[in-house]
T-cell receptor
Framework: GESVGLHLPTLSVQEGDNSIINCAYSNSASDYFIWYKQESGKGPQFIIDIRSNMDKRQGQRVTVLLNKTVKHLSLQIAATQPGDSAVYFC?????????????FGTGTRLTVIP | NAGVTQTPKFQVLKTGQSMTLQCAQD?????MSWYRQDPGMGLRLIHY???????DQGEVPNGYNVSRSTTEDFPLRLLSAAPSQTSVYFC????????????FGPGTRLTVT
């Protein structure tokens, strides 16, 4: 099966600092990557996505970087706020069950210290 | 537009009991899927469907059945619940013609004793 993992299971940052959450993937054939945020007791919410033909994509306060050479994905959150505290998952598409399916990493818990 | 809805929110079953987790979406998405999420783990794909009348297995299909008689509904059935199926279950949908992004429901927390 696919392997999508994270370097750090937990991350604590001071309010106002920037956060960087990392993710490694193993399937060279994946052409779509996505970050989700999951708050306690809720379903995952879309943050940002990126196609494999891009290296960087920016949203509001978030940036995703894709390094296909080393199969690495990162999520940068600028000026982290208490509301950013959550578990963040990266996911990639593809694998033996088809391109429409997403495969998730184990998640990183981000805690913002006021 | 309610998005993806799931019922019930919580359920407790005894070993061997059966039940159906309901999932519905009102976005006219062709693709729907079921995931389970265990503590400290990411979401794992159970079953998925690319359209009405079509279903297929994901990573962890054993112990679960699905059907897709309409575009809107994608129920997940546990025929004989086991403690190993204690988990949080999420349903999701997407429009693969435009994006692989999946929209998730709020989840069903299932405990099997």
């Amino acid at each position: 099966g696919e392997s999508v993992g994270l370097h750090l299971p937990t991350l604590s940052v001071q309010e106002g600092d920037n956060s960087i959450i990392n993710c490694a993937y193993s399937n060279s054939a994946s052409d779509y990557f996505i970050w989700y945020k999951q708050e306690s007791g809720k379903g995952p919410q879309f943050i940002i996505d990126i196609r494999s033909n891009m290296d960087k994509r920016q949203g509001q306060r978030v940036t995703v970087l894709l390094n296909k050479t080393v199969k690495h994905l990162s999520l940068q959150i600028a000026a982290t706020q208490p509301g950013d505290s959550a578990v963040y998952f990266c996911a990639e598409n593809g694998g033996p069950t088809g391109a429409n399916n997403l495969f998730f990493g184990t998640g990183t818990r981000l805690t913002v210290i006021p | 537009n309610a998005g993806v809805t799931q019922t019930p929110k919580f359920q407790v079953l005894k070993t061997g009991q059966s039940m159906t987790l309901q999932c519905a979406q009102d976005m006219n998405h062709e693709y729907m899927s079921w995931y389970r999420q265990d503590p400290g783990m990411g979401l794992r794909l159970i079953h998925y469907s690319v359209g009405a009348g079509i279903t297929d297995q994901g990573e962890v299909p054993n112990g679960y059945n699905v059907s897709r008689s309409t575009t809107e509904d994608f129920p997940l059935r546990l025929l004989s619940a086991a403690p190993s199926q204690t988990s949080v279950y999420f349903c999701a949908s997407s429009d693969p013609d435009t994006t692989y992004e999946q929209y998730f429901g709020p989840g069903t927390r299932l405990t099997v004793t």
